[in-house]
């Protein structure tokens, strides 16, 4: 009985909890609700935990005015709307679909929310986003990079970054520029992926691309995220011997290939990474000795601070909230969407879906209020924005720097590679 | 579909396998000890080998001590960790149904897990500057030297069990206690600390392999998972209760995933080693050296 | 397998208060939709009963037979890819395809079955999950069913023929509810059926149930058959609600595990135990991910963890046990 007693206190508390802790709404009149969505828990927590605290620095400089070179900046709040501040409702998607889409049906229907923002993996944005269409809802994604999500031809869904193709596209326009620079010749490729739909997408990208370009595909090697070695994947690799080695790849999984291909003596001449791990500032502040020389797209790159006063002012505000992580990739992309959501809603100057979705559809941001190197945000018909222009990176001394394309290189390519053995 | 590599890509993957294995047989070590004892399979065990890791890595950011120089320490707080698990949960649900002690072990994993995220976020983490690591060649042929200590670790932590359990006295009563729970209380032997023994010594078992793991993997909450796994098909495979079935099984593990890696393909490479257990305890339901 | 999971749960007269209880019990839940308009409650309501189906079918074979699988999402995702591929591919009618998928789901699991049934106790369930990580891994990689890129179903106007109901969500409702009602019944027909007593037999005591004449090898396949069709039943279900699916989320150990998990916390071997769980951890999860989910501190899980620890520890035999406790006192 003594057990049943303490079982049932148990669950009288838990009770309680439930009911006390009941959503507590704010009061304010003048309030623009925006539902953000990305996975918090799980292995990609650190990913959404980083989103949403750029989030918060933008609505920081949106609803408190900052000195920036921002046209939201100017004015506390949004001043189409006069003056209404936005407040965001964060979920933890755990990085399932099924709850992606609870969620987006919740923040719609509950917590009034006008539009939608997320979802990092592609497959909770593509249940997510599914419900925003079927609702009505403008729908703004900053960072899943699968090419089938704008081709779904739906009409609330809007995406400002590049997608796979775009990113793989500058990989091989590189290849060739650099041959001609260095009168070099490659004649085979190695793409290595993991097997979710990122690393699936880019690999199929990429391979469509070498045939399109004229490079042999050496090895397509898809392996099992979140493995616990990779000596088959590089002993594979080193078989193949291939002139570029394209990995595409999470950051645990960039940290073991890196720690693997040096173990194992693998000596590609050129590395060129899909982002992803290779961009996360935990493996630039950590492997960025081991990985010198390696090569990743990106559609962000700190080291352009010196042509956008914006990066450092930003980077500056987001370094508080994040205990010292730089702004990167991921964070740089939120930013510059729910910039691009915000200005939308200002247009708009109205709560009214329909409107947001007009003035999403006439956005035009030019690339001076941009932390990224593209020439502006526009969306065509599909929602895809078509102002994107991915870069490429090098690591050299421990840091990024932009090499690729040549106009915005603030550093020369190294290639080849140094092998493990000659590195000190 | 099949490949055959070079001769040199063949032996390191060997090598590499044999390498990898001997710490997956560590691991599992800890977990058969403790389903001989008591048969209780510990699903919280990954979280212990995670809960290891970050000791080392905490010790080497705060202190600057070495993965190499904390294990005592990595394996004694483990040791803490295993006695209070059993103390504060598996004494309780000794005799209940097999699927509350499940339960019960695996709300312990989740709990470690998300206790490890609160504490330390869910950031990748490393140890940056280790005494031990690069490449060593070995015949030759470039092999990691952080796995190559590892495992030679390994075998030594596996040559102390052996030892302890055959040899010495508390070896003996342990080792009664695993064959005759009833049979040895009647002997005089205090089957409760026996128990609570070998939690500690299971625990720590995987608190060396967490320290000797954390010099050349990343850390972070969900680390234990990828490990789990393979740690209770190593078990299962060498026969639960069979120390030296986990140290075949772990070997046979780790070439058995690089060489279908290799000659098939990466991506098959875990159902290589899923088929291979599933046929081998279709065959001997009772695994390698499993006793019933 | 030392002890037997749960006392025998033999049919008690009830008391006529109890009667009035259970009436009303089923009709709140049949009220429930009509009660909360709100697409997300109902969207609970729904998941609760998806779950609800899926733990009573586990319990079909792990608590009656007492054979511990976890590898359950296998059956989820056969039943969740059978359908959608025949949509897909042959425009067969998502209501015919469900019917398929328990039908290749059941196939299969005989087929899974007849092998590992040789195993006891922990070899068993560990083999269960190196099948349910072959199987997901072989979904990853088959470009035929999407591979890991997952299927997308059409979005159609609402109609019971195309089983999108979009706008009156509740029609979801009552058909999960319809289909975890069938399993219900069924598990409820078995605890005083012949097959009932075999399975139960099984469980206690394999070698005694063998040497009395009971086939149990054949009574196992029985069992495991009717549950992997209903766990198929249920994927189909997933596959039409949610129109895409991708072997992350119809395979994952996380589900088998889950499954599990609210019959554990329910009671297991119980006829209301699989409800008792779903409506009780499902929501709480629900909660506890929208109250802390969204600060990153993984607080969520860590109560869900404690919790389930606590329970697991306290009251091994659910809560189904603890009711009857306290009715017995």
Redesign the interface.
Known sequence: MRQATRMAAVLAILGLLMIAGGPAFAGQPKEVVIGVLYPMTGPSAQIGIDAVNMIKVALDIINNGANLNLPLAKSKGLPGLGGATIRVVAVDTQGKADVGQAEAERLITQEKAIALFGAYQSAVTTTASQVAERMGIPFMNADSSSPALTERGYKWFFRTSPHDVHFSQVMFEFMKDLEKKRNVQFKTVAILNEDTTFGTDSAKAQEDLAKQFGYTVAARIPFRSGTTSLDAEVGRLKSANADVFLPSLYTSDAILLTRTMRNLDYNPKLLIAQNAGYTDPKFVTEMGKEAEGAITRAPFSLDLAAKKPLIPAIDAMFKKLSGGRDMADVSARAFTAFMTLADAINRAESTDPAAIQKALQTTNIPPDQLVMPWTGVQFDAKGQNIGVRAILQQMQGGAYSTIYPFDLATKDVIYPVPAWSQRK | MLQIPSAEVLIQGIMNGVLMGCLYALIAAGLSLIFGLMEIVNFAHGEFLMLGMYTAFWMYTLFGLDPLLSVPICAAALFLLGWLTHKGIIRRILGGPMLAQIFATFGLGIFLRAAAQFLWTPDFRQIAHPLVQGPVKLFGISIGLAQLVASGASLAAFAVLYWFITRTEAGAALEATAQDRQAAALMGINTERMFTLGWGISSACVGIAGAFLASFFYVFPYVGSLFALIAYVTVALGGFGSILGSLVAGIMIGVIEVMAGLLIAPAFKYVAVFLIYLIVVLIRPQGLFGKF | ??????PFDEPRPRRIGERILFVLLLLAIVAYPLVFP???YR??GI?ILLYALLAQAWNIL?GYCGQ?SLGHAVFFGVGAYTSSVLQLSAGWSPWVGLAAGMLVAAVFSVLIGY??F??????F???T???G??VH??A??WEFIG????L?LP?QPDSLAAFQF?KSKYIYYYIILALAALCFLITWHLERSRLGYYLRGIREDPVAAQSVGIPITRYKLIAMALSAAFVAAGGSF?AQY?????P??VFP?ALS?MI??L??VGG?GTLWGPLVGAALMI??S??T???F??????????I??????????????GLVG?FR??RR?
């Open positions: 397998m030392a002890s037997p999971a749960v709100l697409p997300y969207d609970l998941k792990a511990i092998p590992c040789r195993l006891r106790g922990h070899y369930a560990i083999a999950i190196a099948v990580e072959i891994t072989l990853i990689n591979g890991a890129r997952g997308t979005i979009y997933y949610l129109l895409y699916i991708d992350d989320s150990l595990i599990c998990l019959v554990v297991v929501p709480l629900e909660f991910r929208i109250q989910g969204g600060t990153g501190s993984a607080v969520d899980l860590l869900y963890g404690g919790l389930l620890t606590i329970v697991a520890v306290f009251q091994p035999a603890l406790r306290l006192e």
